[in-house]
């Protein structure tokens, strides 16, 4: 992950990284929701990873899995039973899959899977969202842009993760002259805007040195009125990190950047819809969304996540990117155990097997031998050396 894992304890501590709970004769307790489709696939190849990394290091972890998402919704009418969040609650850390899939579609989205981790990560706090993309993963992707231009890529997107247009008050109802409105609404409130920007700007401390240390805040405000406030409130929180040189760029004129001169961006910070549509497309400079990792951090209890969804297309086949969960384990000790020797060791790991050409179908070219899930775990696994 470079420079982001030179992260002080302190600064791990003030992110919200490091609960209290979940440890038991010093034994962190990691919770698994493997959740839909791939989602299990991808957790099995982390925990056997956070498992070896562990051993490793002289570390026990006790995990403990229960459901989330459309498989809670079929055994339990419910995408995040109340079972679920206390476990949760008690854990040291969480460790996601993904949500959703073609069988819950035609639901409500307030009774889809996804909404089950739209509450999980509002009722744990998780208002910063982590998602890194690390030099090595650009540079052995599959990315569709020209080598020259990846140059340099290691950047990383700080989400606002529980306001924003996702958790507003919206409605939809029938209209008397005929057809329906509905409506979602983005509102953000300044302590949200401050907070996520200390998280941004922290960060951009701990990645590259004096001079070169970048936050580019990425808003729509010459339209909306909340991207105001998001722009004067970021603007006064950069006020106390001189250090740190801060440009503020519409979402639109972002995302042509992000493709055309990725290598110009260091910390992205963004609002909660923004950074999920980013993100993904940062993923693109990989060639491939099953590599990209997330924390989220600002409770007691963090969550890590790949960036990707449940991919129907492939679920069950045995043949999902495994790199994006891998990777959330490493953030998993970095954040939540303050372990950055396993880390460290994880991101070393897989850096290694790509550098070995190891690949699964989404990141192998034309008549390359593509590793199952299983394989490339196993790539990984022969690699983690202290
Ligand atoms: N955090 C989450 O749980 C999460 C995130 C995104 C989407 N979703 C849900 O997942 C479902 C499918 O959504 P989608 O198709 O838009 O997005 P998706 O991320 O599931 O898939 C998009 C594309 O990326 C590929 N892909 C994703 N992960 C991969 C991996 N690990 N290895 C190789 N290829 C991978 C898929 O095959 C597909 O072509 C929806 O129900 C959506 O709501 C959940
Ligand atoms: C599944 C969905 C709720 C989620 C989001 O939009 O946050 C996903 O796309 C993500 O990026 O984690
Ligand atoms: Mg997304």
Do not use: C
Request: no cysteine; proline share 6%; hydrophobic share 45%.
């Amino acid at each position: 992950m470079g420079p982001a894992g030179e992260r002080s304890s302190s600064e791990t501590a003030r992110a919200g990284g490091s609960g209290p709970g979940g440890s038991q004769a010093g034994e962190p307790a990691v919770l698994l929701l493997p959740g839909d489709g791939i989602g299990p696939e991808v957790v099995e190849a982390a925990r056997r990873v956070l498992e070896a990394a562990a051993h490793a290091h002289g570390l026990r972890i006790r995990f403990d899995e229960v459901l989330i998402g459309g498989a809670a919704i079929d055994q339990a009418g419910d995408p995040l039973p109340e079972a679920t969040l206390e476990k949760a609650r008690r854990a040291r850390a969480v460790l996601l899959g993904a949500v959703g899939g073609p069988a819950w579609d035609d639901l409500p989205v307030d009774r889809r899977p996804e909404k089950g981790l739209l509450r999980l990560r509002q009722a744990l706090g998780l208002f910063a969202n982590i998602r890194p993309l690390p030099g090595f993963v650009a540079a052995y992707g599959r990315s569709p842009l020209k080598p020259e231009l990846l140059r340099g890529v290691d950047l990383v997107v700080v989400r606002e993760l529980t306001g924003g247009l996702y958790y507003g008050p919206r409605a939809r109802r029938a209209l008397e002259e005929g057809g329906e409105e509905a409506y979602d609404t983005l509102l953000y409130r300044t302590h949200e805007i401050e907070r996520v920007a200390r998280v941004a700007f922290d960060l951009a401390r701990t990645r590259r040195p004096v001079g070169q240390r970048r936050v580019a805040s990425i808003d729509k405000a010459n339209v909306l009125t909340s991207s105001q406030l998001w722009r004067e409130t970021v603007r006064r929180v950069a006020a106390d990190y001189p250090d740190v040189t801060l440009e503020h760029l519409y979402v639109d004129n972002a995302a042509m950047q992000l493709v055309r001169d990725p290598g110009r961006f260091d910390v992205l910070l963004t609002g909660n819809l923004f950074g999920d549509i980013l993100s993904d497309e940062a993923a693109a400079l990989a060639g491939s969304l099953g590599v990209l990792p997330s924390a989220s951090l600002g409770g007691p209890v963090p969550l890590f996540e790949p960036v990707h969804g449940s991919a129907p297309d492939l679920a069950g086949r045995g043949v999902a990117n495994p790199v994006g969960t891998i990777l959330s384990a490493a953030l998993l000790f970095r954040y939540a155990l303050g372990h950055e020797a396993a880390a460290a060791m994880i991101e070393r790991a897989v850096e290694q097997a790509l550098a070995d050409g190891a690949r699964t179908a989404d990141l192998a070219g034309e008549g390359e031998g593509a590793l199952a899930t299983e394989e490339m775990t196993a790539a990984i696994l022969e690699r983690l050396r202290v």
